[in-house]
Nanobody
Framework: QVQLVESGGGLVEPGGSLRLSCAAS????????MGWYRQAPGKQRELVAT??????TYADSVKGRSTISRDNAKNTVNLQMNSLKPEDTAVYYC?????????????????WGRGTQVTVST
């Protein structure tokens, strides 16, 4: 069974930094795209950053302050966030578009982690 597990969230003061990590496990054959999304209370889930091959995309709100990186050998994706602001407070979710084995067949699907809380506050 495929799982995505996030780590690295927590409480940080404005201007501080956090590094989020996500590890995908299971009978994974390949991962096309990995990304981070976030959802603040009362708001819709929104894209933060994605990485596919050597290409990255960032939301305008985090561009210049965040860096997404990936280790294909370990099926992990990281998000380094700097100069954090109170408006970055949200639950951050890892996302992966992947292909995997199940009962000798291959499937492709998009998986989500359960999320990790990031709170930026004094």
């Amino acid at each position: 069974q495929v799982q995505l597990v996030e780590s690295g969230g927590g409480l940080v003061e404005p201007g501080g930094s956090l590094r989020l990590s996500c590890a995908a496990s299971g009978s994974i054959i390949s991962i096309k795209t990995m990304g981070w999304y976030r959802q603040a209370p009362g708001k819709q889930r929104e894209l933060v950053a994605t990485i596919s091959g050597g290409s990255t995309t960032y939301a305008d709100s985090v561009k210049g302050r965040s860096t997404i990186s990936r280790d294909n050998a370990k099926n992990t994706v990281n998000l380094q966030m700097n100069s954090l602001k109170p408006e970055d407070t949200a639950v951050y979710y890892c996302n992966a578009d992947l292909t995997y084995y199940r009962y000798s067949l291959t499937y492709s699907n998009i998986y989500w982690g359960r999320g990790t809380q990031v709170t930026v506050s004094t």
